[in-house]
Nanobody, 121 residues
Framework: QVQLVESGGGLVPAGGSLRLSCAAS????????MGWFRQAPGKEREFVAA????????RFADSVKGRFTISRDNLKSTMYLQMNSLKPEDTAIYLC??????????????WGQGTQVTVST
């Protein structure tokens, strides 16, 4: 079983930056592809970004390309989401997810509880 714990959320003004972290335990971290999702009130959960087990391959939603960066430190069993030029529409609960594959996944097996990101106007 894999446990995922997100941190780093908060309140930030539009145009600001935040870095989210996701700490994993329960399995060798480099064997897990990881991803970030978000869910705003009244909306469906949506994909934000993903990273392969090695960290070489990444994928981003069109809405965050050029503003968000995903990375991982396999020695620390932690994944990061650097969010720059934040917009009010980025406001959501951000969830970390893990998949039991080293390549970019199409489905995820494990989920964190989420961390709130609020971007003010």
């Amino acid at each position: 079983q894999v446990q995922l714990v997100e941190s780093g959320g908060g309140l930030v003004p539009a145009g600001g930056s935040l870095r989210l972290s996701c700490a994993a335990s329960g399995r060798r971290f480099s064997s897990l592809a990881m991803g970030w999702f978000r869910q705003a009130p009244g909306k469906e959960r949506e994909f934000v970004a993903a990273i392969s087990g090695s960290g070489i391959d990444t994928r981003f939603a069109d809405s965050v390309k050029g503003r968000f960066t995903i990375s991982r430190d396999n020695l620390k069993s932690t994944m990061y989401l650097q969010m720059n030029s934040l917009k009010p529409e980025d406001t959501a609960i951000y969830l970390c997810a893990a998949a039991g594959t080293i390549v970019l996944p199409t489905a995820y097996d494990y989920w964190g509880q989420g961390t709130q990101v609020t971007v003010s106007t």
